[in-house]
């Protein structure tokens, strides 16, 4: 072999170095976390000094609303975006000391739009979610972890057709089962309930409840708050880029801060058979318009 080629091959074997699998996690143990975590556009901060833990065998739901840095935070914590300050750190080390392969070994992403370019099937989509475990131990694992990845979001009875054939609802599904068949210990999903319906709704919460029973950490970005009251161990507020709260659903989810955060007056009541906050907005009996918005002044 020529010194030129020697030299051209050398970097691809630094690379190759053997990865590290992960190590299963005690139930409440911190297996992500940010720390001091800044994140700037266009001149702004959208997340300022933001600190969150992400705990094995726990749901950990982030609400807010719209352009409450929801969706940057969970790119932060699956080490997809860097912050300009802070720090993250997935599975006790900083994140950048794990190669790509090594992440995707322990944590899954779930995206808020899921589009491919090419006519894969459904089941190929799902089988994606295995790539990370190629040449490792859990190879073996594969076709057990994508039908029951598909099983669990009720997906089988298309496994054939083209995912770009599906309908927005069933993409999103779809999308799903290919995270469980990730199987990692860290679950971060945007928004997994946006284009479902009722009953698929409860569907993908009870996988997540499920798989934080299972002992994974689950992070779950909603906008409807009465699931996350639900289904979520603990929430976090998100409001102008930084966790105004957080903590279980009945501790979060009170009136004066939900109204002040969402700039809407709501209500929060419990059901009346499971004591769940239950957040309602504030409507005037006689026109159904909303009630006058709270000042945005104050704590």
């Known amino acids: 072999m020529t010194a030129v080629r020697l030299r051209g091959l050398l970097p691809a074997l630094v690379n190759r170095r053997p990865r590290t699998l992960p190590s299963p996690a005690e139930p409440g143990e911190t297996v992500a976390e940010a720390v ?17 833990e992400v705990r094995a065998g726990e749901v950990l739901a982030l609400v807010g609303p719209n352009g409450a840095g929801k969706s940057t935070l969970l790119a932060v914590l699956a080490a997809d975006l860097a912050p300009v ?11 950048t000391g794990w ?19 090419f006519p894969f099937s459904v089941a190929d989509v799902v089988r994606m979610g295995r790539a990370p475990w190629a040449g490792t131990e859990r190879e073996d694992e594969d076709e057990a972890a994508v039908t029951g990845a598909m099983a669990a979001t009720e ?33 971060l999903l945007d928004e997994p309930t946006a284009a479902l319906d009722l009953r698929h709704q409860e569907l993908v919460m009870r996988v997540c409840r499920e798989r934080a029973a299972a002992g994974d950490a689950v992070v779950v970005v909603l906008h409807d708050l009465g699931l996350a009251a639900a289904h979520a161990d603990r929430v976090g507020v998100l409001h102008d880029g930084r966790v105004a709260v957080a903590g279980p659903p009945s501790e979060v989810l009170g009136e004066e801060l939900l109204s002040r955060v969402y700039r809407q007056p709501v209500e929060v009541l ?5 004591g769940v906050p239950l957040v309602v907005p504030k409507r005037s009996h006689r026109t159904g318009e909303s009630d006058d918005p709270p000042s945005l002044t104050g704590p």
């Open 155 to 187: 997906v089988e009875s298309f496994a054939d057709r083209p995912f770009s054939a599906l309908s927005g609802g069933e993409r999103a599904r779809v999308a799903l089962a290919r995270v469980l068949a990730q199987r990692t210990g860290v679950l």
């Open 36 to 52: 001091g975590v800044r994140v700037d556009r266009g001149g702004r901060a959208v997340l300022d000094s933001v600190g969150v």
């Open 270 to 274: 419990p059901h009346p058979r499971t």
């Open 99 to 117: 190669t790509p392969g090594e992440l995707a070994l322990r944590r899954a992403v779930l995206p808020q739009d899921a589009a491919l370019s």
């Open 85 to 95: 300050a802070g720090e993250v750190r997935i599975g006790g080390r900083p994140a």
